[in-house]
């Protein structure tokens, strides 16, 4: 996709022409923009001073089970807020599907996380079956801090439609166990082929030492990560060279990363399932001491397994490498973001106290209540210890952007993200938006996406990967480079 966060994988999604005609089918209703005196719908929302009564939201989880309501993530942030939330948690692997079929469905809740340039997203947002947020945010002054590169990374044709998800624009790293690394005398590695000797050292050395053939070099899951291919000098996702912009799937540097999958693969150092394995379960062998490195988002990875490490009998140590051969992929500096549906936030007064209630989030009042929400969470018995991942999910406070511990692993991920930050290479096409994509990228992406999963399992070679690259291009790819060029040369 056009429109993507720093840590992009290569997966299947939902084909566009019926994601298009599901959202279309989800927009009857949401034409007023006024009609203050009209009713708030039946969630309850009163939209007064202190905020509604409810706020009904759509959301994703990551761990095995959603928040539960008494849990105290979801007591402090109705503490910290002043609101009640009434919550749909949807596990992360089918979110996108929950969310087309909710939009089809007409019942919306008043608040969904969704990626603002999705194409699908878009196709609503034309339609009128979004909130444009601009003419009410100069009435929140803390929803005017956020990072002013990142808020219009996520505008549509220059407005804003979501409340964006804060994320450090540099996330995506080299983790790594570093007691194996410690017990097989290896150090942290700097380039591509140090990465790999680390691998094959995992898979084949017994690092932890039980005398099992049980281990494996890479954890991956939904296909691989996009970070691997910086590594090498492609570019991210596009870039510009001489006014055109140019895919990385049709860059030599892009083809030496997709080999260097492939040789993972081969040579058996990578989970064999890691093309359709689910986060969750990939993350296992990670968490139980079967697999040393992952390459993915480190601020999210390395906390989550502190939190959880009882649950996996006990804690060892991770830590993370300096930019692979000094390169970063750079992302939107948000991940999603929460946009309010007309047809469930029928009034002004009702959007506002929506947004009061994203307000109270980014106050300073609320920053300092998170922060010590953290620090009173990391000083509890790991066992009593709530996933910072699942505050994460409906925070946009930029407390979690960096830790804020003093602890050894929070100073390493806050040294590895500044050296992320400081050779980050950005995507050109972040914000622009090509009316061929909105229409079709979906199946474009499938194209490429399968492809570069079948030519690292051995389905295809090198010339079936470069068929493929053309089928994009007539598919629409050509014409989705054409329209950025021409929205870059404005």
């Not at 996330?171 to 017990?183: F, T």
């Not at 996996?312 to 140590?317: A, E, I, N, R, T």
């Not at 991920?413 to 050779?423: P, S, T």
Request: with cysteine; glycine share 10%.
């Amino acid at each position: 996709m056009e429109k993507q966060g720093e840590m992009v994988i290569w997966k299947r999604i939902l084909g566009v022409g019926l994601a298009l005609a599901l959202v279309l089918s989800g927009c009857s209703g949401g034409g007023n923009e006024g009609n203050a005196g009209s009713n708030a719908g039946n969630t309850g929302s009163g939209g007064q001073a202190g905020g509604p009564v409810t706020i009904t939201m759509m959301n994703t989880y990551h761990s095995e089970t959603a928040p539960k309501d008494d849990g105290a993530i979801m007591q402090a942030m109705e503490d910290i807020t002043q609101v009640e939330l009434d919550m749909t948690w949807v596990p992360n692997n089918v979110y996108g599907e929950k969310l087309s079929v909710t939009l089809a469905s007409g019942e919306l809740p008043q608040v969904i996380l969704a990626d603002p340039l999705s194409p699908s997203i878009v196709t609503g947002i034309e339609s009128g079956m979004f909130w444009e947020l601009d003419p009410y945010l100069s009435e929140f002054p803390n929803l005017q801090t956020f990072n002013p590169i990142a808020v219009e990374n996520s505008q549509y044709k220059g407005k804003t439609y979501g409340i964006i998800r804060p994320r450090a624009v540099a996330r995506g790293g080299v983790v790594i166990r570093g007691d194996w690394m410690e017990n097989l005398d290896m150090e942290l590695p700097t380039t591509d082929e140090e990465v790999y000797d680390l691998m094959v050292a995992f898979a084949t050395q017994d690092p932890d030492g039980n005398g099992q053939d049980d281990t494996y070099g890479l954890m991956s899951y939904d296909g691989f990560s996009r970070d691997i291919m910086a590594w090498f000098g492609a570019p991210n996702i596009w870039k510009v060279e001489d006014g055109r912009f140019i895919r990385d799937v049709e860059t030599p540097e892009y083809m030496d990363g997709l080999r260097f999958v492939k040789r993972l693969y081969d040579e058996g150092l990578i989970n064999p399932n890691f093309a359709i394995e689910d986060r969750n379960v990939s993350r296992k062998g990670l968490y139980t001491g079967k697999v040393g490195i992952t390459v993915e988002a480190f601020d999210a990875v390395v906390p989550f397994y502190y939190s959880k490490a009882s649950e996996f009998g006990g804690s060892f140590d991770f830590t993370v490498a300096a930019p692979i051969n000094g390169r970063s992929y750079g992302g939107q500096g948000y991940l999603s973001a929460f946009l309010m549906p007309k047809s469930a936030v029928k009034t002004e007064e009702d959007l506002r106290a929506i947004l009061r209630f994203f307000d109270a989030q980014r106050s300073s009042e609320g920053t300092e209540q998170f922060k010590q929400l953290l620090l009173d969470n990391a000083a509890k018995p790991e066992a009593e210890q709530f996933n910072i991942d699942d505050l994460r999910q409906f925070l946009v406070n930029d407390v979690l952007v960096y830790p804020i511990g003093d602890s050894e692993t929070d100073r390493m991920i806050r040294d590895r993200m500044e050296a992320n930050n400081a050779v980050a290479v950005g995507n050109p096409a972040f914000k622009y938006i090509s009316p061929t994509y909105v229409e079709r990228g979906g199946e474009l992406d499938t194209i490429l996406d399968d492809a570069a999963i079948q030519f690292v399992l051995g389905q295809i070679d090198e010339d079936g990967f470069q068929a493929a690259v053309q089928a994009w291009k007539k598919a629409g790819g050509s014409q989705v480079a054409e329209e950025l060029a021409a929205l870059h040369e404005e």
